[in-house]
């Protein structure tokens, strides 16, 4: 515990708050600042800044508080929907040093905007990003099976080596002033 | 019934995946808010978090974290948002439930602020009254309520304190 830290105070009690269930490793209340009536915090006991520091066991365990959450809610408070949310730094919307877990029960016409937006995923940038991650991905996670991606990655790959060789042959046909009827052939067919 | 998330997992659209075992699963987001946006769902083709088994939903968490940390690095954030929608009034765009992992950044075009609203001192204490838990209702020792599953899959089933899942359940597209 933070004794600097207001969040480590609510959850251990010695801040009052409008608490609405306790046990060992979490401490649920009311947000007096709400962005909705009900709007809930779900703040763990021990102090963590941000969710990825949250010990496993801590995480299950929020897991388990989510949906016994999301039920009471739309039993008691019957909102149309629930956001759970969690901003990581301030660059998220994080305000306080002390991972928050927001539960907020919405209602059509509530004036909130948390809609994530859908873009076109720019598939180059895209496969660029996602074929650096890979490596990243097996030594976090040896046990899954990405040979499936895998063929895909290198089936890129293999077109990006024959553009590549078009290219060189385009170059140097180019440079020798003819016409490639292989090359053409190849891209009108 | 056609779920495009369930195409994603049977490789009918074109995935990039994060993260694969026997129950949940994850991808980059086909539809992404910013690069790197990643998605954690159940295989299995549930709505929201009441239905989806608890050891199930523990998994998510647990991968929801770690993907966290992976794409914070490799998209050199400066923060991520971790979001669960559950209802179409929450933002919810498919009848797969999922977990959102957004890395984020200054000036990024995002915004998932609100404002804060005066609710007045006798409400909260009723709301507050109404949702409380008794402490001695440990989270962990939850029964699981059989009966109540059963009437879930029982399209009609008015009775009982979970009709209002049901309700819930057809505001999804």
């Not at chain 2, 209802?87 to 919810?92: C, D, F, K, N, T």
């Not at chain 2, 409400?123 to 949702?131: F, G, N, T, V």
Request: glycine share 6%; with cysteine.
């Amino acid at each position: 515990m933070d004794q600097q830290c207001i969040f480590c105070g609510i959850a251990s009690g010695q801040i009052p708050s409008k608490k609405i269930y306790e046990d060992d490793k979490v401490t649920i209340v009311l947000d007096i600042y709400p962005a909705n009536p009900a709007h809930l915090l779900i703040l763990t006991k021990k102090h963590y800044a941000i969710f990825n520091q949250v010990p496993k066991e801590e995480v299950e365990h929020l897991a388990l508080i989510c949906r016994r959450i999301s039920e009471l809610l739309f039993q008691v408070v019957k909102p149309e929907g629930i956001n759970f949310f969690i901003a990581n730094g301030p660059a998220a919307g994080q305000k306080a040093p002390h991972m928050i877990l927001h539960a907020i029960p919405r209602f059509s016409g509530d004036g909130l905007n948390l809609e994530i937006p859908e873009n076109p995923a720019d598939e180059k940038e895209t496969e660029a990003f996602y074929l650096n991650l890979k490596k990243t991905l097996k030594n976090y996670f040896p046990d899954v099976d990405f040979s499936e991606t895998e063929k895909a990655g290198e089936e890129k790959e293999q077109e990006k080596v024959e553009e590549a060789k078009e290219e060189e042959k385009k170059e140097s046909k180019k440079e020798e002033g003819e016409i490639n009827l292989d090359a053409l052939t190849e891209k009108l067919i | 019934m056609s779920c495009e998330i369930c195409d994603l997992i049977n490789g009918k659209i074109k995935a990039r995946k994060l993260y694969e075992d026997n129950e949940v699963i994850a991808f980059l987001a086909p539809k992404p808010a910013v690069l790197g946006h990643s998605i954690v769902l159940p295989k299995q083709h549930l709505a929201i978090m009441p239905q989806i088994p608890e050891d199930v939903l523990k998994k998510m968490f647990f991968v929801a974290q770690q993907i966290a940390g992976i794409i914070f690095e490799a998209v050199g954030a400066e923060g991520t948002n971790i979001m669960l929608n559950e209802g179409v009034a929450a933002g919810q765009k498919h009848a797969h439930s999922m977990i959102h992992v957004i890395p984020r950044k200054k000036n990024d075009g995002l915004n998932f602020e609100w404002p804060q609203k005066q609710v007045p001192e006798d409400s909260m204490a009723k709301i507050q009254e109404l949702l409380k838990v008794p402490s001695e209702m440990k989270v962990e020792k939850a029964p699981e309520m059989p009966a109540e599953k059963e009437a879930l899959k029982k399209e009609g089933a008015k009775t009982g304190a979970r009709d209002y899942l049901l309700r819930h359940l057809r505001r999804i597209p």
